[in-house]
């Protein structure tokens, strides 16, 4: 009996020096995820503009109707408890053009786990009068108080996942989620968007397709490229 319970002695005490020791390298480990999170947040926030890559584009010879359109993007951290926690608002200018709104979004980001960060993803409805009381929200954030989910273009599974890599983050929607039907035609397609987010540079493609992957409408041939200013 003696024997016996100096065997499980031993064990616990062996037990308790191996837990001892992971101890330090788990807490290390969650600190440097917890870090990422904190990183992957603070490098949203900007002014960009693909400036760059449309002088580029022009040195290469690519014809006007091929290019990436000429963009100024402004990424402002707002606060709208009805959308979440973490809330950016995003709103796309022809360049030079502050006043030409030609896309809004709000992101609101969760972290999924420890590896995986989620962007909720709500696009505004394409409505004029919609946009006219919007737009220049990353200035005057009060214009977005009385929204809600509820008033966003209505799309599930649009949702993008971003994975952290080497100095940059790499992210994209789940293929076929975000299914709906073709303005106009009705044809049962669905969106695409695979994004790079680094702390200097957000890059993205987004394309429609056909229910077997095929192309049904090409919205860049290239990946746009905006660089923070």
Not at 5 to 10: G, K, N, Q, R, W
Not at 27 to 55: C, M, P
Not at 104 to 127: A, C, G, K, W
């Amino acid at each position: 009996m003696k024997t016996k319970s100096l065997f499980f002695a031993l064990l616990m005490f062996a037990t308790t020096r191996v837990l001892v020791a992971q101890e330090p390298s788990l807490i290390a480990k969650q600190q440097q995820l917890d870090a990422q999170w904190d990183v992957f947040l603070s490098h949203w926030e900007g002014t960009y503009d693909n400036n760059r890559q449309v002088q580029e584009q022009i040195e290469r010879g690519v014809h006007a109707d091929s290019r990436n359109r000429h963009t100024t993007l402004v990424i402002k951290k707002i606060e709208l408890p009805a959308f979440g926690d973490h809330v950016f608002y995003g709103e796309w200018q022809a360049y030079g053009k502050p006043n030409k709104v030609t896309r809004q979004r709000i992101y609101n980001f969760v972290r999924e786990n420890d590896s995986t960060f989620r962007m909720n993803l709500h696009i505004f409805p394409m409505d004029s009068l919609f946009r006219a009381k919007t737009s220049g929200a990353h200035l005057h954030p009060e214009k977005l108080k009385s929204i809600s989910p509820k008033d966003m273009y209505p799309l599930a599974g649009c949702d993008v996942f971003f994975k952290p890599g080497q100095n940059h983050f790499q992210g994209a929607m789940k293929k076929g989620d975000c299914s709906f039907e073709a303005p106009n035609t009705g044809t049962p397609i669905y969106s695409w968007s695979q994004m790079k987010l680094t702390g200097d540079t957000f890059e993205y493609l987004d394309g429609w397709f056909n229910l077997d992957g095929s192309i049904y409408y090409e919205i860049s041939k290239e990946w746009y490229v905006f660089d923070k200013l």
